[in-house]
T-cell receptor, first 112, second 109 residues
Framework: DTGVSQDPRHKITKRGQNVTFRCDPISEHNRLYWYRQTLGQGPEFLTYFQNEAQLEKSRLLSDRFSAERPKGSFSTLEIQRTEQGDSAMYLC??????????FGSGTRLTVV | AQRVTQPEKLLSVFKGAPVELKCNYSYSGSPELFWYVQYSRQRLQLLLRHISRESIKGFTADLNKGETSFHLKKPFAQEEDSAMYYCALRSLGTYKYIFGTGTRLKVLA
């Protein structure tokens, strides 16, 4: 197991386009998290899954954002009708129950 | 509201000098506190969690509930400690973390 994998590493998209990011967690971890990080800020919580159930969503996650974790394995984060304000690093992390996070390398989104 | 404050954006120290990275939090219950580190071109990784009460790479952090602080300390800084450090809080009953804005530590030769 090589840790938490995120794909793609970088994504440049035009405003108004839809984008989808993928996260593959550590296989033994049943919890998966998405965070967003903008320049000069710490990571901000977006949502988290326990197995396939999405248990918590931040108010940061507008209607244009949706996340899924089918079968409790990998997860996808989709942003519809991207805006320039969506430009950020999108981080995925996973953890076992009661354990600390293991982060992926992130997907850097640039909306032009 | 829950909040984590790291008052210093940048901390520069000379090699061999003591280091203290400050972290204050606001939370009415019993939080779980963490320090995460991000070295250049690497992913965020867990450095310390307060419940472990261990020393990692010479760093220690003590939770002070009276002062609501969780400062990270190391007696003698090394050049390889240069990195971005984030303090994070997890409140009881949730699995989301609240991160501070981070402190960049530069250890000068």
């Amino acid at each position: 197991d090589t840790g938490v994998s995120q794909d793609p590493r970088h994504k440049i998209t035009k405003r108004g386009q839809n984008v989808t990011f993928r996260c593959d967690p550590i296989s033994e971890h049943n919890r998966l998290y998405w965070y967003r990080q903008t320049l000069g800020q710490g990571p901000e919580f977006l949502t988290y899954f326990q197995n396939e159930a999405q248990l918590e969503k931040s108010r940061l996650l507008s209607d244009r954002f949706s996340a899924e974790r089918p079968k409790g394995s990998f997860s996808t984060l989709e942003i519809q009708r991207t805006e320039q304000g969506d430009s950020a690093m999108y981080l995925c992390a996973s953890s076992p129950a009661g354990g600390g996070y293991t982060f992926g390398s992130g997907t850097r989104l640039t909306v032009v | 509201a829950q909040r984590v404050t790291q008052p210093e954006k940048l901390l520069s120290v000379f090699k061999g000098a003591p280091v203290e990275l400050k972290c204050n939090y606001s939370y009415s219950g019993s939080p779980e506190l963490f320090w995460y580190v991000q070295y250049s071109r690497q992913r965020l990784q867990l450095l310390l969690r307060h419940i472990s009460r261990e020393s990692i790479k010479g760093f220690t952090a003590d939770l002070n509930k009276g002062e609501t602080s969780f400062h990270l300390k190391k007696p003698f800084a090394q050049e390889e400690d240069s990195a971005m450090y984030y303090c994070a809080l997890r409140s009881l009953g949730t699995y989301k973390y609240i991160f501070g804005t981070g402190t960049r530590l530069k250890v000068l030769a």
